[in-house]
T-cell receptor, first 113, second 110 residues
Framework: GAGVSQSPRYKVAKRGQDVALRCDPI?????LFWYQQALGQGPEFLTYFQNEAQLDKSGLPSDRFFAERPEGSVSTLKIQRTQQEDSAVYLC???????????FGPGTRLTVT | GQQLNQSPQSMFIQEGEDVSMNCTSS?????WLWYKQDPGEGPVLLIALYKAGELTSNGRLTAQFGITRKDSFLNISASIPSDVGIYFC??????????FGTGTSLTVIP
């Protein structure tokens, strides 16, 4: 019974680089969520998928952020031309259906230098 | 975004004491979830509440969904050192996403 996994756990990027963060949800979980968590804050919603459909991307902070889930399982969050303000922990969560209990991965800590 | 007011912001208690924290909102929520997060890890789900007035326990943890659907509390009885961490509430508006509180940092002094 594997939980949600994320990779890499840590990523250091130079300003201007592109990064890709991966999330493997719990098998059979239809809904997948991405959150951004700044130091000392609670997670903030970025986007969510129901299967392969991205139903809400209202939390993405800019058009440099892009998420996909092409086959309805693994998801990738891509950040283009990273900026220092993108430094945060990026959390992925999955749930068996939308607005049900969400289970989180360990997160990817992104540091932009 | 929605404001979830979580209090207290931090707590320092002696081992064995009971703990109470709460979360309030100006909006009516469908669901309340309580999570615990350890440093360097993702939040771990503790308790989920789905009905107004619902009282649910998970071991030493008890949480309630407020009657007005705008608040929830979490109690921890007989605290132990491994209860240390940050506790988050989260709630969802009808047909919308989950919003998280700012967290309560709990320190248990042995």
């Amino acid at each position: 019974g594997a939980g949600v996994s994320q990779s890499p756990r840590y990523k250091v990027a130079k300003r201007g680089q592109d990064v890709a963060l991966r999330c493997d949800p719990i098998s059979g979980h239809v809904s997948l969520f991405w959150y951004q968590q700044a130091l000392g804050q609670g997670p903030e919603f970025l986007t969510y998928f129901q299967n392969e459909a991205q139903l809400d991307k209202s939390g993405l902070p800019s058009d440099r952020f892009f998420a996909e889930r092409p086959e309805g399982s693994v998801s990738t969050l891509k950040i283009q031309r990273t900026q220092q303000e993108d430094s945060a922990v990026y959390l992925c969560a999955s749930s068996i259906r939308i607005l049900h209990e969400q289970y989180f991965g360990p997160g990817t800590r992104l540091t932009v230098t | 975004g929605q404001q979830l007011n979580q209090s207290p912001q931090s707590m320092f208690i002696q081992e064995g004491e009971d703990v109470s924290m709460n979360c309030t909102s100006s909006s009516i929520f469908n669901t309340w979830l309580w999570y615990k997060q350890d440093p360097g890890e993702g939040p771990v789900l503790l308790i989920a509440l789905y009905k107004a007035g619902e009282l649910t326990s998970n071991g030493r943890l008890t949480a309630q969904f407020g009657i007005t659907r705008k608040d929830s509390f979490l109690n921890i009885s007989a605290s132990i050192p491994s209860d240390v961490g940050i506790y988050f509430c989260a709630g969802d508006l009808p047909g919308n996403q989950f919003y998280f509180g700012t967290g309560t940092s709990l320190t248990v002094i042995p």
